[in-house]
Structure formats: C-alpha cells, structure tokens
C-alpha cells in the first residue's frame, strides 16, 4: 500500500510494511468521530480487510490528543428515535469491523482520548499511551446524559472487570494513563519518546492479553449481577436521581439483563442510547455543554499573556484567589495591611495544593509561586491586580488612588466587588476605562464561574482581557453590568429568601429543601445557605433589598446577630457535625403545601427574567450559562430561561398571578413577562 491522504485521514506505510493511519480532523484543533470522519474510516478499514497490513496503528496528528470523543454537536441532530439508532448502528459496525481485522491493531493514545475516541481504541487489539500528566482517557457520557454507545460498555466491561468498568463509566471521571494501565484498560504506559516503538512492539511480538481475576467472574454470574446492582444504585442515587439522569441507572440495567451474551448487549447498548439520547435530559445537558464552550470562547484572546497577578486585601476571598491563581502557574503577590492575614492565607493554600497536587514537589513550586508582601512591592511587576478589601467605597477609592501611579500603563485593575456600582469607584482613577469587576464566588477553589463586570467606563480591550483572563486560571468568564446583584446574586437571593420565610412559616427545613432537590438544585437552599454563610446572605440581601423586592426575614438577622453563621460557627438554620448538616426528619404526619416548590422556583424565575429585561447579560444563553455554573441550577433542565420556554411564559405569569394572590407581592410578576409572552410563538 502506497501512502494516502484523505480529508480527515493519513496512511503512512513503513518498511517492516506496518500501517500508521493518522488522524488528523479537517478543520479543527481536535480531533472528534464526526459522520464524515467515521465515514472515511469505514472505507479504510474495507481496504484493510481486504488486503490486510503487517500490522494498523492508529495515532492523532493533533497536540491536543488522540480522539476527545464523538461529535457532540450532531448529537442534537437527530429528529427521531430511529434516526439516532441508526447512526449508532453504523457506529457499531465500524467498531466491529476494526475489531475483527485479521491484523494485530494497535491505538496510540496520547492527550485527551475520551468517549467514543477510547471506545475507538477499545475494539483494537492493542492499546499504548503516553504516561505524561496530559493523558486523560475516559468514557465521560453520563455527563451528557447518555453511556457509552459505540460497544464501549462491552468492551470497557470486558477489559478492566465490572467493578473497575462500572466505576469508570458512572462517574465519567478521566484518568491517567498510569491508572488506565492499573485498571487494564490499556496495556503499556510509556514514556512519549517510546511511544512509537511501544506501539511497533505490539505489532511485531504481539504480546499475550492480560485476563482477569476469577473472582471478577463470579461477580457476573447472572444470579450475582442483580445484587451487585443494587450497590451501583445505592452510589449512583446519592448522586443523581432517576427520574432526573436516566442513562446510569439504563447502563447499569444493561449490564444486569445481558452482560455475557456479547451481541445481544450491544444491540441493546445502542437501543439504549439511542433512546437517551433522544431524551429531554440529554439534549438540556449537551445544550449546557456547548453553553460551556460558548463561555470559554469568550475568553479567547491568544495574544494577551499575563503573568504576575498581584492581590489586595488577604481575607476570606482574596486569599483564596491568590492561591487559585498560582495554583493555575501564575507568579502571585499577596497584600494586606494585617500580616496575621497573609500567614493565613498561606496555611489555607498549603492545605488547598495538598488535597489537589499531592506530591511535594509541586507543592512546594506552587507555594513559592504565592509570595506574601506587606508593602505592596508586587504592584510595579503585576499584570493583573484584583482589589479584594472590604466593602466600603471610600476605602476602596482610596485605594485605588494610592495605587494607580506604582502600575505599569497595561496593567489590568479588578476589583472584586460585590455590590458596589463600578462608576462609584472607577472615578478615583485617572483612566477610569482600565476598571473592570472580576465577581468571584466562595469558595473559588469549587465555583467554576467569574461575572465580568462592565461599568459603563470600562473599555472593550479591559473587558476582553480580564474575560481572557478568567480562562488562564481555568474559570468561566460571565460578561454582566455593573447593575446590583449582577446576574448571580440577584437571581439567588430571591430563592433564598423564600426560602428563609418558609422557614419562619414553621416548614420543615428539610421539606423546604427537598423540594428544591426535587426540582433538580445540586443542594437545597436552606443547606447552600447555611453554606455560604448566613452573615454573608444577610448582606448581600440588605445591599439588594435597597434596589428590588426583596424584604429579609427577621429570622435571618436574628440568627446572625446570635453568632449563629451557619457551617463555618457549627450552627445555623441545620446543626453541623463533622462539617455535615444534621437534617431532622418531619413529622410523619406534615404534608408541604401544593405550591411549595413553585413558591421557590417562581421567584428565582421571575429574577430571571427581570435580569433580562434589564439586559443584565447579552441574551437568554448567557443568562442561562451564568445561573447554571454560578448556582448549579438544575443542569439536566437546560438553564432557566430555556425552561421558562419549555413551560411556557403565559402559563409562568399565571401561575406568579396565583402566587401572588395567595402569598404577597413579591411574587408580582415582573415587566418582563409580557415581552416574552409576545415573543413565544
Ligand atoms: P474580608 O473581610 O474577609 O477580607 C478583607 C481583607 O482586606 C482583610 O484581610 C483586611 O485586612 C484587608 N484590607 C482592608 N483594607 C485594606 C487595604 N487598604 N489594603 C490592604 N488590605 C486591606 O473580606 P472578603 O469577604 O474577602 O471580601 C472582600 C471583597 O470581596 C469585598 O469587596 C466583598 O464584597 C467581595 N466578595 C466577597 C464574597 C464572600 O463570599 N465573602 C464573595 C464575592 C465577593
């Protein structure tokens, strides 16, 4: 065989007469198992099988790894049932048909090799990896609301047992390649620069396969597996709910009815996905995919380097964005005018770098990356500086004053503000338009979005880099106005107020959750209250109160005046133990009232469309990509905006209407409403 080039793919033939098929994805920076890309390699492994080569090794031209999975985008795609079927059919028959090539094959994976890209490299004979730190393989599609679909839980299940298999799928979680050679899902972790002969190696002494231990036989015994399953369930249910997330509780089924009888399962296996991913939730969980995607895209600025972040004020929230950043490879000075302050912030970051790196050496790399500096030395060299003091405009205007004439003239100034109209403090500035709001959340190790706040000063090229700067530290940048409460506090603290007077009605606390988690929130907002800290709460509504609706509940200030914070005092609306909240079980007896859950929701969603009457944000998508990765909104429903659509906007403002009626004016439907009515065809 002579070397070829196709669109996507690249035959390069060596002289021991092994094939090296590269793949190489028109078009993209990442290769994915596209329609057209798998329609190409269904051609060559025709020609494979029919005239088949010493040896195939499959291998990605691309930097950013070997396949990152199947297309994501044409997962929308499909109009019916059957449609997807037969798609992941033929996906099937391309997996099959690479499987029973009559040659050794072998998969080269390097990067991320992830979904249908290791499901790809699962039905090859062979596989070899590189065991850099940048290897992520996985099988990560109960993300998306599905499993795999291309043979992978066969296959998966075949190679690395039930128990490694099933842990690996469920959670979707990626690993290293080192672990994947643990858990026989590969067969050699090498360094990069072995890779090649690694792969030859296979190729030209075939070594034997690694099987299994027996005991993992008896694990699938027919009259095993159902007992077993009720393990996976137990751990799965803690996690998501059935009615909520379908496809583990499905995967698990499939393994339960077939595993052993190999066709019959991957039959079922695409019946299956095809069903999901047809489904509501699959299709409301890959639209907060590509929501994610649409943020990180805002933040593409290839130009802009910076490099030294220097921070203002070592508290609570200061601290801890200093330490995120030079965990994220920044060079970070720390200012505070309390040295006390900065000794703690290293404590904290030190216990942070443990839990993520492990190893001492990074630790001790990343540690040295975060330097106290009691005089501010750092603000010549910064690139970035976030001001994180207290609340009060004066004291922040001054400080910006004091240091404006130390930076250099490109250096972006932040403030993390969380109430404070930028205008307000952009005018202690000589040049007001380099003022941006970097609205961090607590705790910033955990909360994947930053609002990047707009005063009407700050200019473009400010807006854009600080968004790009979100990005280098791993973050999801938000464009919102400098307007009160911006996007995420103000949707919020709605919901959580009602949720306080419903406490003070005498509800249950673990009704008023549940009824929450029911709609499908990560935690209720009792517990997320308690969690953030219910001083905290207390501000931010006494701030808010000042420009909406909102009237704080007297059993809030009374908490807070009573010491009583929430999880960081051990008590608040819940006791705590063990950094837990001890939840007492209702009365057997007590029924929650009919419209409990809306009373919660309907005020978050009215918000909502407050926010978007008032152009809070750009449009719907990004209101919807903000309160999801900012509150953990329900993902599974696609972002609130999208499931006021869904509903319907009249039936909402009527419902509000009822409300309204029945509980007070806070739940008067906003302006907004109406605009949306017309709107919706
Ligand atoms: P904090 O009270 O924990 O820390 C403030 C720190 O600033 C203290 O260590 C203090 O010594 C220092 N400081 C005060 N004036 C200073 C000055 N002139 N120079 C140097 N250091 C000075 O406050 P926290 O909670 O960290 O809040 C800081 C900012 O972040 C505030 O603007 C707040 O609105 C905002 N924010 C707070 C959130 C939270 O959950 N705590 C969430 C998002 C934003």
């Known amino acids: 065989m002579t070397d070829y080039k196709e669109k996507n793919w690249k035959i390069e033939e060596d002289a021991d007469g092994i094939v090296w098929l590269h793949l190489d994805k028109a078009d993209s920076k990442t290769n994915v198992l596209s329609a057209d890309v798998l329609a190409e390699f269904e051609t060559l492994l025709d020609a494979f099988s029919n005239q088949p080569p010493r040896g195939l090794i499959i291998l990605s031209d691309k930097d950013s790894g070997f396949i990152a999975g199947a297309d994501v985008k044409e997962f929308t795609a499909f109009s019916t049932e059957q449609e997807a079927r037969e798609a992941i059919e033929r996906g099937h028959r391309i997996m099959n048909r690479l ?65 490694n298999g099933m842990d690996l799928m469920l959670s979707g979680r990626s690993i290293s390649a080192r672990a994947a050679q643990k858990m026989r899902l590969i067969d050699y972790a090498v360094p990069r620069r072995h890779l090649r002969e690694a792969a030859r190696a296979c190729v030209q002494n075939p070594p034997k396969q690694k099987s299994l231990p027996v005991w993992n036989n008896l694990l699938n015994y027919k009259k095993v597996r159902p007992l077993l399953a009720k393990v996976f369930i137990k751990k799965v249910a803690a996690r998501a709910n059935r009615a909520h997330y379908p496809a583990p509780y499905a995967l698990i089924d499939l393994w339960v009815q077939h595993y052993g009888d190999r066709d019959t399962m991957l039959h079922a296996e695409a019946a299956s996905v095809a069903h999901l991913i047809t489904g509501k939730t699959a299709q409301n969980l890959v639209r907060v995919f590509m929501l994610q995607e649409q943020l990180k895209g805002l933040g593409r600025l290839p130009d802009y380097v910076p490099r030294h972040v220097h921070v203002i004020g070592a508290g609570v929230m200061g601290g801890d964005i200093a330490a995120w950043c030079a965990l994220q490879g920044f060079t970070v000075t720390i200012q505070d005018t309390q040295p006390e302050a900065l000794g703690r912030v290293i ?102 979005l930053i609002e990047i706040v707009h005063g009407k000063q700050t200019s473009e090229t400010t807006q854009n880099r600080a968004s790009a700067f979100a990005r280098k530290i791993n973050r ?29 009605e005498g509800v249950p606390l673990s009704v008023i959750d549940k009824a929450a988690t029911d709609f499908g929130m990560p935690m209720g907002p009792i517990e997320l209250a308690d969690t953030v800290g219910l001083d905290i709460c207390l501000k931010v509504a ?78 719907g998508d990004l209101a919807d990509a903000g309160i999801i990765f900012g509150t953990g909104f329900a993902p599974f429903r696609g972002g609130p905006v999208h499931y006021i659509k869904e509903r319907g906007p009249e039936q909402l403002e009527k419902l509000l209407n009822n409300l309204m009626h029945n509980h007070g004016d806070r739940f008067k439907p906003d302006a907004g409403w109406s605009t949306l009515i017309k709107q919706t065809p």
């Not at 004053?401 to 109430?419: G, H, Q």
Request: one cysteine or more.
């Open 99 to 163: 499987e029973s090539l009559s040659c050794p094959t072998v998969a080269m994976l390097t990067g991320f090799t992830l979904g249908g890209g290791l499901e790809l490299a699962l039905a090859c004979k062979y596989r070899v990896a590189d065991n850099d730190p940048a290897t992520r393989i996985g099988l990560p599609e109960v993300k998306l609301g599905i499993h795999p679909g291309f043979g992978g839980t066969v296959r998966c299940l075949e190679r690395t047992g039930v128990l």
């Open 347 to 448: 404590q904290r970051a030190y216990s942070l770098y443990k839990k993520r790196l492990k190893q001492k050496r990074p630790i001790t790399a990343t540690l040295d990356r975060l330097m106290p500096d009691l005089d501010g030395d750092g603000l010549v060299k910064a690139d970035v500086v976030i001001e994180a003091i207290f609340e009060d405009a004066e004291v922040k205007r001054q400080l910006f004053r004091d240091i404006e004439p130390r930076l250099k003239p490109e250096t972006l100034i932040a403030t993390n503000t969380s109430s404070i109209p930028l205008e307000d403090l952009a005018n202690a500035l000589n040049n007001p338009e380099r003022l941006v709001g970097l609205h961090f959340f607590n705790p910033v190790a955990m909360m994947p």
């Open 476 to 504: 999801l940048p938000l464009p919102v106005t400098s307007s009160p409460g911006f996007l995420v506090n103000r949707v919020l603290m709605p919901y959580l107020m009602e949720a306080v007077v419903l406490a003070e």
């Open 542 to 619: 006494e701030i808010l109160s000042r420009y909406m609706d909102i009237e704080v509940p007297g059993i809030l200030q009374d908490k807070v005046s009573r010491k009583n914070l929430g999880k960081k005092s051990g008590a608040g609306f819940y006791t705590f133990a063990k950094g837990k909240a001890v939840k007492p079980e209702p009365d057997k007896q007590y029924t929650p009232a009919t419209d409990l859950q809306d009373r919660l929701i309907m005020r978050m969603l009215n918000e909502v469309v407050a926010c978007q009457r008032d152009q809070v944000v750009e449009n």
